[in-house]
């Protein structure tokens, strides 16, 4: 009796977190606010919408990894963000802070996103090698393909959060 007991605890543990992952991965948000025009709450479907780019970077061990996203200034644009040409004395002090659901945390400045200052494309990264991101990884994914260190391409991204340095 014991072990048929033991048994319908193990299913319905099992079942209860199969079922919560589930519901958890297709409500995932990543939230874009702050300093911005109109904030934006965007589900996976919501970025399969948009315009992505391919990117590649190497893992802690050196290894390519290949992602597919769409570009921050993107998303940043959508949100009003100043950009561009508006992207200048005052403006220049602002940052974004990038949130993940761990709590973990890294910054980056505007023009370090937009493409009239730097050459480069940083994604929110919904796949990897055409394949949804991994459980621990996403299901969304900051993509800084050309630091020597993958310290700033954060997992498990929830907040892009834009704010003035001088608060």
Request: glycine share 6%; hydrophobic share 45%; net charge neutral.
């Amino acid at each position: 009796m014991a072990a048929l007991t033991i048994l319908i605890s193990l299913f319905f543990a099992t079942f209860s977190t199969t079922l919560w992952a589930q519901k958890a991965s297709k409500e995932a948000t990543v939230k874009v606010e702050g300093e911005v025009l109109k904030p934006l709450s965007l589900t996976l479907s919501d970025l399969a919408q948009l315009q992505h780019a391919e990117v590649s970077m190497k893992d802690r061990d050196g290894q390519l990894q290949h992602y597919s996203g769409v570009p921050v200034f993107e998303l940043l644009k959508l949100a009003g963000v100043t950009l561009g040409k508006e992207l200048k004395g005052e403006n220049l002090t602002k940052y974004m802070l990038v949130r993940s659901s761990d709590g973990y945390e890294v910054v980056f400045s505007l023009a370090e996103l937009d493409p009239a200052f730097a050459n480069r494309v940083i994604i929110l990264a919904d796949r990897k090698d055409g394949k949804p991101l991994a459980d621990g990884v996403g299901p969304f994914r900051l993509v800084v393909p050309d630091e020597n260190r993958p310290a700033r391409s954060v997992l498990e991204v929830s907040n892009l959060i834009i704010r003035f340095a001088k608060e």
